[in-house]
Nanobody
Framework: QVQLVESGGGLVQPGGSLRLSCVAS????????AGWYRQAPGKQRELVAT??????TNYADSAKGRFTISRDNLWTSVLQMNNLKPEDTAVYYC?????????WGQGTQVTVSS
């Protein structure tokens, strides 16, 4: 069993930055696919960024040039978000696919407002 816990959300002004972290615990013995998704009120959950076990990254068009996904270590994925916009306001969820099973964190709220 694997658990994912996000942190780092909060309230930030437009143009500001936030760093989200996702720490995985449990039976993890090798690299895995990790991702960040978000869901705004009244909208479907959407992909923000992903990173493979080999470090290949992929971004939604809305995130390109502003967000960076990375790993601090085997258990921690990070989403660095710069130049935040009001439309980035959402609950952000981290995701991991480990041994063909998909896991989700509980989400962290990001609010971009002046």
């Amino acid at each position: 069993q694997v658990q994912l816990v996000e942190s780092g959300g909060g309230l930030v002004q437009p143009g500001g930055s936030l760093r989200l972290s996702c720490v995985a615990s449990g039976n993890i013995f090798s690299g895995y696919y990790a991702g960040w998704y978000r869901q705004a009120p009244g909208k479907q959950r959407e992909l923000v960024a992903t990173i493979t076990s080999g470090g290949i990254t992929n971004y939604a068009d809305s995130a390109k040039g502003r967000f960076t996904i990375s790993r601090d270590n085997l258990w921690t994925s990070v989403l660095q978000m710069n130049n935040l916009k009001p439309e980035d306001t959402a609950v952000y969820y981290c995701n991991a696919i480990i041994e063909a099973r998909t896991y989700w964190g509980q989400g962290t709220q990001v609010t971009v407002s002046s």
